[in-house]
């Protein structure tokens, strides 16, 4: 009966050791699940900053080409053109010195899906110089497949369904380099009403003469 006794109290103290147990790898999982969990967040914080600077950096490149290209710095004298190219040159070299890689994960869908949508605004871009105006309007429309407030122009439905299917991030993306290449072409059409119009007041000023 005591030995009886004695088995029964060494079988509960097992039973309830191995209890012990179980919680106690409970509680680490729990704990290592918490710590991951903080740890998404930090990453997913790590690449919303990267992509931020990804985009900052496209800006300055953009920006500093902008000034290059500028009527003002065509209107200014020679010495002082030829000293703020070679900063906006420096400037340049700086920021292409710069490297910044934010992957995007996709699945052989999206990567399809991205490969039409470059494709087109790759054959568009191509032609920019052939037509400009022409080019510029299927860059609106491809802009407007890429916004969700309603568009003042017609939407492109195959590139919308295009994008669609693309990984947000890579949408992120075409909507800003549509949005460059939009900004490029004003950009060009604008200089060239200014270069027009300057040859047309030589023209009057010869006429004149």
Avoid: W, Y
Wanted: proline letters at 1%; one cysteine or more; aromatic letters at 0%.
């Amino acid at each position: 009966m005591a030995q009886a006794k004695i088995h029964h109290a060494k079988m509960t103290e097992a039973a309830q050791g191995k209890f012990s147990r179980s919680m106690s790898m409970a509680d680490r999982s729990g704990q290592l699940l918490q710590s991951l969990d903080q740890l998404e967040i930090r990453v997913e914080a790590l690449r919303e900053a990267a992509t931020s600077m990804e985009q900052e950096r496209e800006c300055l490149l953009d920006l500093i080409q902008s000034i290059k290209n500028s009527e003002e710095m065509r209107s200014i004298c020679d010495g002082e053109r030829e000293e703020l190219s070679l900063t906006a040159n420096r400037l340049l070299g700086r920021t292409l010195t710069v490297e910044i890689s934010v992957e995007t994960i996709r699945n052989s869908t999206q990567e399809d899906a991205l490969h039409k949508a470059t494709s087109l605004i790759d054959e568009i871009a191509a032609k920019l110089l052939d037509d400009m105006d022409g080019a510029r309007k299927r860059l609106m429309a491809l802009h407007a497949a890429c916004v969700t407030e309603a568009p003042p122009v017609p939407i492109d439905t195959k590139f919308q369904t295009i994008v669609i299917t693309c990984a947000l991030e890579d949408q992120k993306k075409i909507k800003r380099r549509l949005e460059t290449l939009i900004r490029n072409v004003d950009n060009a059409e604008k200089n060239i009403k200014i270069m027009d119009h300057r040859k047309m007041d030589d023209l009057n000023s010869a006429n004149g003469k």
